[in-house]
């Protein structure tokens, strides 16, 4: 797991919703785990280590409490990746509206 990537990362629903929640703010493990009742802790607690090992995810110490804290920068990558697509599919959608509108 040390090192792993931000496709790896996301590739799993929960840690794509784990995401989406840090988006809002930081937030202690406990209180992500409340936001996933069918999941047990440390299932939680396993997926933000993915999360951390991707870099998609830190820690900050506040006293005794731990708080996760989302950093969207390793998604550069995942966004260059797919950028390559949004070209792709902007040339042919492009080409496709010229044909409907030459017919």
């Keep these: 797991m040390p090192g ?3 496709f ?6 929960t840690r794509r919703r784990i995401l989406d929640a840090l988006l ?18 440390p ?8 999360l ?3 870099h998609l995810v830190f820690t ?6 731990v708080w996760y804290r989302i950093d969207p920068a390793p998604l550069a990558e995942v966004e260059k ?11 042919k959608l492009q080409a496709l ?3 409907a509108e030459e017919s």
């Design 4 to 6: 792993s990537s931000p």
């Design 8 to 13: 790896h990362a996301i590739a799993d629903p």
């Design 24 to 41: 809002a703010g930081p937030l202690r493990a406990g209180e992500l785990a409340q936001r996933f009742p069918r999941i047990s802790r």
């Design 43 to 50: 299932a939680v607690s396993k997926h933000l280590r993915v």
């Design 52 to 54: 951390r090992s991707s």
């Design 60 to 65: 900050e110490q506040r006293g005794r409490e």
């Design 81 to 91: 990746w797919v950028q390559q697509y949004r070209a792709f599919w902007e040339e």
């Design 97 to 99: 509206k010229k044909a």
